[in-house]
């Protein structure tokens, strides 16, 4: 009796395993993404500007994580791809600063001046992308939309 639990389990395991061995195995960044290889993709050369732009619901606050934009500036650098432009916090400050200065409670001479602001080619916001809507949040991903020139 043991002997044939034994064969009908590897005979199950045998007919349930047969269709994922003959399946086609795809492109060669889908074999990678199967096998965990995880690397971000390098760029010998600029291929423009990217601002990093939080989603007005910031989702990421109803399961209790914090702000995606630090591990995407990570990303964004170490790719090589994109000079990196703040359009976050640092232009409200930016702005505060300039309303300092437009009401003369700052220093003379400072560098306040328009034409110093860099454009961005590309923003990224990151956002939650699944196609089922029961999976509960889904993976997190980024939708990258050029504007412009890019």
Not at 13 to 18: E, N, P, R, T, V
Not at 22 to 41: D, F, L, T, V, Y
Not at 62 to 70: D, T, Y
């Amino acid at each position: 009796m043991k002997k044939l639990l034994c064969a009908l389990s590897m005979a199950g395991l045998a007919i349930g395993a047969g269709p994922a061995f003959a399946a086609n195995k795809g492109s060669s960044g889908h074999q990678a993404e199967q096998k965990g290889i995880q690397e971000i993709p390098r760029c010998t050369r600029k291929i423009g500007t990217v601002a990093i732009v939080e989603p007005d619901n910031q989702w990421w606050r109803e399961m209790n994580l914090g702000s995606p934009e630090a591990i995407l500036k990570i990303f964004v650098q170490q790719s090589g791809c994109f000079s990196l432009v703040n359009r976050g916090r640092a232009m409200q400050s930016r702005a505060m600063e300039r309303a300092m200065a437009d009401s003369g409670e700052l220093q003379s001479g400072s560098n306040l001046a328009k034409g110093h602001v860099k454009t961005a080619d590309y923003y990224l916001e990151p956002n939650i992308v699944s196609g089922n809507k029961n999976s509960g949040g889904g993976g997190v991903g980024g939708v990258l939309g050029g504007i412009g020139g890019g």
